[in-house]
Each structure stands twice: as structure tokens, then as C-alpha cells.
């Protein structure tokens, strides 16, 4: 008796799930993807110092966008409840430091593991989200050298959060900046772009051209450097806010960018520091419409600790060694010489044993000055790093056309609605 009631109570619940599960993993399957946000976190977050259950709030430092649509304005509060913290290992630095420090520093970091995150949007419900940790840290935005003879002022090193760099008078607030990956849990991000089809999210009619210096904000796919990765390397990066023509959209959110290193010097001795040139070269629509561009950097954003800057042509270079590099590589250099000093002459008096301390000295001190001096010209400058989902501003070069980008680039706000009325019987049917 009880195995018929196993049974008959297993097949009802196989029954339920072919009703609800189904649908549920067709649109997980097909739908559901993540996105990158970043939280403005006002004051400084020690990592160490939360816990499980601790919270954490901040508002969106810039606004997330799926496709045409925008989901959620700059500035929706964003709540955040910690799991527990965790122990990975360290992502490479963001400077050039010689091996001493690499030998003393931690090799592992903490990172917090997210039970929950909520956005609440000013002008609708919240929305939870699954959320995995990227990094927490000052940013800025580094803008071509040429900028500041134009405004005649620094503005290559603008912190993210600050004011306007005309209004230099007001002291700026420093935001810690919470990078994570998320995807809803209930719903999907296409789901909600559905439900914010309007007049703003008209696709741009057949022929569109995106005119030169139309500008661009992608993020990076994978990390470069220009000490690992060579000239001609490619990469990919994703448009995060779509890029519009008049009141319609050209280019949607999501599209991918592929380009190549057009120019990579390493970083070399004497502290020349290493260069990285990132050019642009085609476009893949999401509808899978591939569109040759040309375009180059104006502006990235980086960790507040980079030491990089960007030429007028968008070359990222890395900066000087720096105060504490240069104070450290003399510490390093003194004990150098002190060790080839030490061991010179305990050679030398345990080849020859008649060798007094004395006379053993002027050659040890030789042997200190040319271990220092090979150490100190051995010394490399900085490199340029570009991490995982770092955010560059990009611009185009010549004028792209979109006439052949197909039957999807076209749609109209009229066709749009169409398509959710049928949608909504074919749900409203089942």
C-alpha cells in the first residue's frame, strides 16, 4: 500500500512539473543571461569587516540596459546581504612592484559571497537578483592627454562619483565601487525589457548610419596586458548602453565588439614603462549582423591605484616607478650590496686563507657597487593592465551603415506591440 502511494504521489508530482518546470527552463535556457552593475558605496568598506548577514547599500553608479530598453536608472538603490566571506586567490596586481614585494604580499584575498541582491528602481517593483562578488575599490576614468590643454585643467585622472572637473571649487565625495555579476531570479532580463517597450526603444529604419565620433561604452571580455599579450592579439568586448540615432536605437545593447592590439611595447629596464594600443574593427549585432568599424579609446576606467595615462592618439601607457617603487628598489639595492660584499669576501678568504679582512675589502666593495648597478639597470617599468570588465569609452572613426543588419533592426514600435499581443494570447491560451 504504502509503494502505490509512492508512486501515485511521485506521478502527480511529475504531472505538476510538466505543467510548470518546462517553461521555466526554456526560458532560463534561452532568456536568462547576466549583466555587470556597479554600486556607488559611500565612505570605505573593509571586506574583513563584514559578516554573514551583514548588509551592504549604495545606489548604481550608471544605469543598466538590456537591448533597446533601459531596466534600471543610474541612481536605483541597490541592497546587497553577505553569505559569508571567502578566501581566492589574488588577482595580479595593478602595478609594477619587484618580486620582493610579490614574495612578501598575500597570495590570497577576501571576497564576500552574496545571498541576495535587490534592486529598487524609483518607478517600479524591486527586483532580487543572484549576484557574484567581481571587486570592490576606488575608480577612475583616464581621458587622452589632449583633454587638458582644452579645458585647461587636469581631467585625465577623474575620479568616478566626483563632480564635473570644470567645478574644481567643490571638494569631491570618494565612492567605493562595487563590481558584480548578476542575473534575476524569477525572471529574465529580456522578460523585463519586454515590459518597458515604448517610444525610446525604436529601432533605427533601414538605411541608418552611425555617424563618426558617435560615442561608444563597452566593456572588456577578457584582460589584456602589455606584458603578456602580444601585437595583433584579439579580443572582445560588449556595448553596454545602446548608441542612438536621433530617438531610435542604432545599436543595442549587447552588441559585441571585436578588435585587435594595433600596438604593444612591454615594459623594458631602466623603469621604461610598457604601452598598450587597442583598435576596433567589426561589430556583431545581436541578431548576428557583423558590420566592419573603425574605432579607438578616448577613455578607460581603471582601479584608483593604476598608475596609467592615455595619450591624445588613446595609447595606455603606464606611468613612473613612483615614490614608494623607487624608495623600495634602494632598500633592495643596500641590501643587495651588502650581501655580495659579505660573500666576495668570504670567497676569497676561503681560497686564499692568508686574506685579511683588509685587503679583501676594496675587492668586495667592487663586487657591491656592480650587484647593485646590474640590479638597479635589470629594473623594469610599469605595465599596463586592463582587467576583466573594464569599462572603455570608445569612438568611431568613420560613419558605419546599418542597411543590411536585417529583418530585426527595422521593427517598429507598431510591430513591437504586435508581437506582445500575440505573445500575451498564446499565454493567456495555455
Request: aromatic letters at 4%.
Amino acid at each position: 500500500m504504502k509503494t502505490i502511494l509512492v508512486v501515485y504521489g511521485f506521478l502527480a508530482a511529475s504531472l505538476l512539473n510538466l505543467q510548470v518546470l518546462p517553461a521555466h527552463a526554456e526560458g532560463t535556457d534561452r532568456q536568462r543571461s547576466s549583466a555587470v552593475i556597479r554600486v556607488a558605496i559611500t565612505g570605505r568598506t573593509k571586506i574583513s569587516s563584514l559578516g554573514p548577514g551583514s548588509s551592504l547599500q549604495g545606489k548604481l553608479e550608471q544605469a543598466l540596459y538590456w537591448r533597446e530598453s533601459e531596466l534600471f536608472p543610474r541612481g536605483s538603490n541597490v541592497r546587497l546581504i553577505i553569505e559569508k566571506i571567502e578566501a581566492r586567490k589574488k588577482v595580479v596586481g595593478v602595478k609594477g612592484w619587484p618580486f620582493v614585494n610579490h614574495l612578501f604580499s598575500r597570495k590570497r584575498e577576501l571576497v564576500p559571497r552574496i545571498r541576495s541582491a535587490i534592486i529598487m528602481p524609483p518607478d517600479g517593483p524591486a527586483v532580487p537578483l543572484r549576484a557574484t562578488f567581481i571587486s570592490l575599490g576606488p575608480r577612475i576614468k583616464i581621458f587622452p592627454e589632449a583633454r587638458k590643454a582644452s579645458s585647461g585643467e587636469r581631467v585625465e585622472r577623474t575620479k568616478l562619483g566626483h563632480v564635473h572637473p570644470n567645478r574644481s571649487s567643490e571638494k569631491p565625495v570618494l565612492h567605493e565601487v562595487l563590481s558584480l555579476l548578476v542575473e534575476p531570479v524569477v525572471t529574465s532580463f529580456s522578460a523585463l525589457a519586454d515590459m518597458k517597450v515604448g517610444a525610446d526603444t525604436i529601432s533605427c529604419a533601414k538605411p541608418c548610419i552611425v555617424p563618426e565620433g558617435s560615442l561608444l561604452k563597452v566593456m572588456l571580455m577578457e584582460g589584456l596586458t602589455a606584458s603578456k599579450n602580444r601585437k595583433g592579439d584579439a579580443f572582445g568586448a560588449e556595448l553596454q548602453e545602446p548608441v542612438r540615432v536621433g530617438s531610435t536605437v542604432a545599436l543595442p545593447q549587447g552588441s559585441l565588439l571585436h578588435g585587435v592590439i594595433a600596438q604593444r611595447i612591454p615594459p623594458r629596464r631602466l623603469y621604461r614603462p610598457g604601452s598598450i594600443y587597442l583598435q576596433f574593427t567589426r561589430l556583431t549585432l545581436p541578431n548576428g549582423t557583423e558590420v566592419p568599424i573603425s574605432a579607438s579609446p578616448i577613455g578607460v576606467e581603471l582601479d584608483s591605484r593604476s598608475h596609467v595615462k592615455m595619450d591624445s592618439e588613446g595609447r595606455i601607457q603606464a606611468g613612473g616607478p613612483g615614490k614608494a617603487r623607487l624608495l623600495l628598489d634602494i632598500a633592495v639595492t643596500g641590501g643587495v650590496a651588502k650581501m655580495a660584499d659579505d660573500a666576495t669576501q668570504l670567497i676569497i678568504e676561503a681560497i686564499s686563507p692568508p686574506a685579511t679582512a683588509a685587503s679583501t675589502a676594496g675587492v668586495g666593495r667592487i663586487a657591491a657597487v656592480i650587484a647593485s648597478g646590474i640590479y638597479m639597470l635589470t629594473r623594469h617599468g610599469g605595465d599596463v593592465i586592463l582587467p576583466p570588465h573594464s569599462q572603455i569609452d570608445i569612438t568611431l572613426n568613420r560613419s558605419i551603415s546599418l542597411e543590411d543588419s536585417g529583418q530585426e533592426q527595422g521593427k517598429s514600435l507598431e510591430e513591437l506591440d504586435v508581437q506582445g499581443q500575440d505573445v500575451a494570447g498564446i499565454l493567456g491560451a495555455n
